[in-house]
C-alpha cells in the first residue's frame, strides 16, 4: 500500500512540474563534429548528432555570433562584457574567455581565415562616420588590419588567403528582417582580389534582390539568396557564374549560415538544421539544453500595469478593460470583482474593449495563428467567439459602433474595415498605400465614420466621413492642411478637429544677421465643421440674429426650445451635407 501511496504522489508531482516551451537556437557555427550556437543569452556547444548541449558562457550580458576555430579548438564570439560589443575567444571545452578586440564599435565575428585570423566587421576609423568595414585580428599577438572595402557587412576567405569574398550593404547592419528586399540597401556578394591590383568584382550581376553571408569551400562560393522569392542556400562559382540553388524552403527564411567541410549549419525559424552538400540531405539537429529554464519560471509580477499595452473605459465609466502581457482583465473601482477574460491557452491578446451593452469584450486574438477579431462574455464565463477569418496583416485597433452592430477596425496593410456583427461580413472601405489609419470615431447615431486619412497626395493627414447606410467615402478636409483628432459633438451636428492652418511667424521679419528665417509655433488650432444645414455655433456669442429667430410669446424658459419641425426633422445624409456646406459655410477646409 506504501509503494502504491509513493508512486501516486510521484506521478502527482511530475505532473505538476511545469513544461517549458520549445528552446530558441540562433548564429550556429560548424566544425566537425561539434556546432556550437547561442540560446538564452549564451554560449552552447553541442554534438552534431543532437542530444544535450552544453552551456559555455554565463555572463548577464548577452553573448551572440559564436564561430569555431579552424582546428575547432577555439570559440570567437561577440560580448559587451564592458560596454560596447567587442570580441572575446575562449577554449570550445569552456574557460575563461579573452577580449581580443577594443574598437568599441559593436564589432560582430564573420568566422576564421585559414591562417588563424578571425574576421569581424567593424566601423571604419577613418572616413565616413558609420560606415561598415571588415576586418581581421590575430587573437595571440592581436594584431589588426583593415580590409579596404567600403560598406562590407559579411565576409569569408578562401583556403589560399588571397580572395575575400564580402557582402557590400545589406539589411544585415542594421537588423532589418524585410523579405524580399529590393532597394538600394539590397545585399550585393563582391570579391575581391588581395595579391592583385585593382577594384572588387562584383559577383550579384544584375540580380536586384539579396545575396548574402558568403562561404568558401572546394572551389565554390555558397550563400543566402532569396532568388526565389524566400531566403535558401544557393552557390555559384568564383566568378558567379553556375548559379545553383541547393535548398527550397517556403515558410522559414534561411538565416545565419556557416560552412564547415562539406556541410552547412544554419537556423530556420527556431530550430538549426545541416545540410549536406554531397547528397542534399536537410535535417533538424535535436537538441536539449541542460538548463534551468529561469526565464520561464512562473514569478511575481510586483508592477504589472508596467506591461500594460492598452486600456480602454467601459462605455457606462464603471469598469477598465486592461490588456497586459497577451491577457484581458476587467478591473473597477468598488465592490464590483475583477473579470479575467478566459482567452485560448498560448494565445496573445491585444486592444481590448467592452461594447456598449456592457455584455461583451472585443479583442485582436491570436489563437488561429493570425490576428483576428474575437468576442468574449463581459463576466468572464465560457470561451470566446472568432468572428473574423481574414487576419494576413497585424490589426491595429478597432472601434466599436454606439448600436453594437458594427466594428471599425484597420490594419498595417493601410486597409480600414467596418465588420458586421449579426453577418460577420467584413468589407474594407478605405485603403492607404503609405500608413495605417488613426483617429477613427463613430457620430453618436452609428450612421457616420470620421477617420484620419494618411497618404495623400501632398502627404499630409485630411479627415474622411464614411456614410454606413450609402456605403460612401467622402473627403471632409483638403490634404493642403494637416488634419486630425476628429470628435463628434454629442447631438452629432457639428465635427471638431485639430488642423495646421494658422501661419503667423513667431519673428516679424526674415532679416537679422541671427534670424534663421519664418518660424511658425502655433500653426495648431481647434476648428469646427457644421454636419447639417442652418445650425448656429453652440460657442458663438448672443447677437441681434438669435433673438430675431425667437417667438416673442416665448417664456424665458422656452428660450433654447427649437422648432418642432426642426427638432423632428429626420436627420439627412450626414456626409452629403457635410460636402454641400464644404462649398458654401466653409470653402478653405
Not at 19 to 36: G, I, M, N
Not at 239 to 261: C, F, I, M, P, Y
Not at 412 to 430: H, T, Y
Not at 446 to 453: K, Q
Request: one cysteine or more.
Amino acid at each position: 500500500m506504501k509503494i502504491k501511496h509513493v508512486f501516486l504522489a510521484l506521478s502527482l508531482y511530475s505532473s505538476l512540474l511545469p513544461a517549458y516551451p520549445k528552446d530558441y537556437f540562433r548564429y550556429p557555427s560548424l566544425h566537425a563534429e561539434t556546432v556550437v550556437f547561442t540560446s538564452q543569452g549564451d554560449v552552447w556547444s553541442a554534438s552534431l548528432d543532437g542530444g544535450k548541449a552544453t552551456r559555455l558562457t554565463t555572463h548577464l550580458n548577452g553573448d551572440a555570433h559564436a564561430s569555431l576555430s579552424p582546428d575547432g579548438k577555439w570559440v570567437a564570439y561577440a560580448a559587451s562584457y564592458e560596454g560596447p560589443s567587442d570580441l572575446f575567444v575562449m577554449p570550445v571545452s569552456g574557460g575563461a574567455p579573452r577580449r581580443i578586440t577594443f574598437d568599441g564599435a559593436n564589432a560582430m565575428p564573420l568566422g576564421w581565415t585559414a591562417q588563424g585570423e578571425v574576421l569581424y566587421r567593424t566601423q571604419n576609423e577613418t572616413g565616413p562616420a558609420s560606415q561598415s568595414v571588415v576586418a581581421a585580428v590575430d587573437p595571440d599577438s592581436l594584431k589588426k588590419h583593415v580590409f579596404p572595402l567600403a560598406d562590407a557587412t559579411e565576409a569569408t576567405v578562401d583556403d589560399s588567403g588571397k580572395s575575400l569574398y564580402f557582402t557590400r550593404l545589406g539589411l544585415v547592419a542594421t537588423g532589418d528582417n524585410a523579405k524580399q528586399y529590393k532597394g538600394g540597401a539590397a545585399a550585393q556578394l563582391w570579391r575581391y582580389d588581395m595579391d592583385q591590383p585593382g577594384e572588387a568584382v562584383k559577383l550579384s550581376g544584375s540580380f536586384s534582390g539579396s545575396d548574402r553571408q558568403p562561404m568558401w569551400w572546394n572551389g565554390r562560393l555558397y550563400f543566402i539568396s532569396n532568388r526565389d522569392g524566400n531566403d535558401n542556400l544557393w552557390s555559384m562559382q568564383r566568378d558567379g557564374s553556375d548559379v545553383k540553388q541547393l535548398t527550397a524552403h517556403k515558410e522559414w527564411a534561411v538565416r545565419n549560415a556557416a560552412l564547415d567541410v562539406g556541410k552547412i549549419v544554419y537556423q530556420m525559424g527556431a530550430d538549426l538544421h545541416v545540410y549536406a552538400i554531397a547528397d542534399g540531405n536537410d535535417k533538424t539537429l535535436s537538441l536539449e539544453l541542460v538548463s534551468d529554464h529561469e526565464a520561464g519560471l512562473e514569478r511575481l509580477l510586483r508592477k504589472p500595469l508596467t506591461y500594460m499595452s492598452s486600456s480602454n473605459f467601459s462605455p457606462d465609466g464603471r469598469q477598465v478593460a486592461i490588456t497586459a502581457r497577451g491577457h484581458i482583465v476587467l478591473a473597477s473601482v468598488g465592490a464590483i470583482r475583477r473579470v479575467d477574460i478566459a482567452t485560448p491557452d498560448n494565445s496573445r491578446a491585444s486592444e481590448a474593449f467592452v461594447s456598449y451593452d456592457g455584455k461583451w469584450v472585443y479583442a485582436i486574438c491570436d489563437a488561429s495563428g493570425e490576428q483576428e477579431i474575437w468576442r468574449f462574455a463581459a463576466d468572464g464565463s465560457g470561451s470566446g467567439l472568432q468572428l473574423t477569418q481574414d487576419g494576413h496583416m497585424q490589426r491595429v485597433s478597432m472601434k466599436e459602433s454606439p448600436d453594437g452592430k458594427w466594428i471599425a477596425h484597420w490594419n498595417k496593410s493601410g486597409d480600414l474595415a467596418l465588420l458586421n456583427l449579426a453577418s460577420r461580413k467584413n468589407d474594407i472601405i478605405d485603403h492607404s498605400e503609405s500608413a495605417d489609419f488613426s483617429d477613427v470615431v463613430w457620430s453618436p447615431d452609428s450612421r457616420t465614420l470620421a477617420s484620419v486619412r494618411p497618404g495623400t497626395a501632398h502627404q499630409l493627414n485630411q479627415i474622411a466621413l464614411y456614410d454606413v447606410n450609402a456605403r460612401q467615402m467622402h473627403s471632409l478636409t483638403s490634404d493642403k492642411y494637416e488634419s486630425r483628432s476628429p470628435a463628434f459633438s454629442a447631438d452629432g451636428h457639428w465635427l471638431y478637429f485639430l488642423s495646421d492652418r494658422n501661419f503667423e511667424p513667431v519673428d516679424g521679419a526674415p532679416w537679422g544677421d541671427r534670424n534663421m528665417g519664418p518660424y511658425f509655433d502655433r500653426r495648431t488650432r481647434v476648428y469646427a465643421y457644421a454636419l447639417q444645414a442652418g445650425l448656429r455655433f453652440p460657442f458663438q456669442a448672443k447677437d441681434e440674429l438669435e433673438n430675431a429667430k425667437k417667438n416673442p410669446d416665448e417664456k424665458d424658459g422656452d428660450d433654447n426650445k427649437q422648432d418642432d419641425s426642426e427638432r423632428n426633422k429626420s436627420k439627412k445624409d450626414i456626409a452629403a451635407d457635410a460636402k454641400t456646406n464644404s462649398k458654401s459655410a466653409n470653402p478653405c477646409l
